[in-house]
């Protein structure tokens, strides 16, 4: 049972990954843009977020990879060493994404973005790490039943919290 959980936590942490990849790339129009990508990135290092929904919205969108990550880990490192990993998973995962960006129409490509991811991360891996391996969804299985509602009510405040 314990290898069926952890494989589970895997995919679930693969499958935020994907959403994460999509929703940075989306709609997916790419251009050629003349300049280095790092440097721009780095040009931005004290522009705040453009506002309050950018904002909640990049944190958000990484804490559940930071919690699933942190228990997908398991027993195999401790606690502080699970947060690291992480959170430094994290920060290349958005900076690749913001990096990325750089070559996507109506994308911005911006450091308080690769700040909020960071910490949107750093949130999920100390809830997982706070959590630990015994963590069980009591819902979990009825959800496996009867996927559709979960799905509609996710689809549902995915439009109306995309900044």
Request: net charge positive; charged share 15%.
């Amino acid at each position: 049972m314990k290898r069926s959980v952890h494989r589970n936590l895997v995919l679930a942490t693969l499958g935020v990954v994907v959403v994460i990849i999509y929703g940075s790339f989306y709609p997916f129009e790419y251009y050629h843009h003349a300049g280095n990508p790092l440097l721009f990135l780095l040009s931005t290092w004290k522009e705040p977020p453009t506002g309050r929904g950018d904002l909640i919205a990049n944190i958000v969108l990484y804490v559940p990879y930071g919690f699933f990550a942190a228990l997908a880990l398991g027993e195999r490192c401790s606690a502080a060493t699970k947060f690291w990993l992480v959170t430094l998973g994290g920060l290349a995962l958005c900076t690749t994404m913001e990096l990325s960006q750089y070559y996507f129409y109506e994308r911005d490509t911006s450091m308080s973005d690769v700040y909020t991811n960071t910490l949107g991360s750093a949130l999920g891996a100390t809830a997982g790490v706070l959590l630990g391996s015994n963590f069980r969804w009591p819902y979990l299985k009825e959800l496996g039943e009867r996927p559709y509602p979960a799905i509609l009510i996710a689809s549902w405040l995915g439009y109306r919290l995309f900044p």
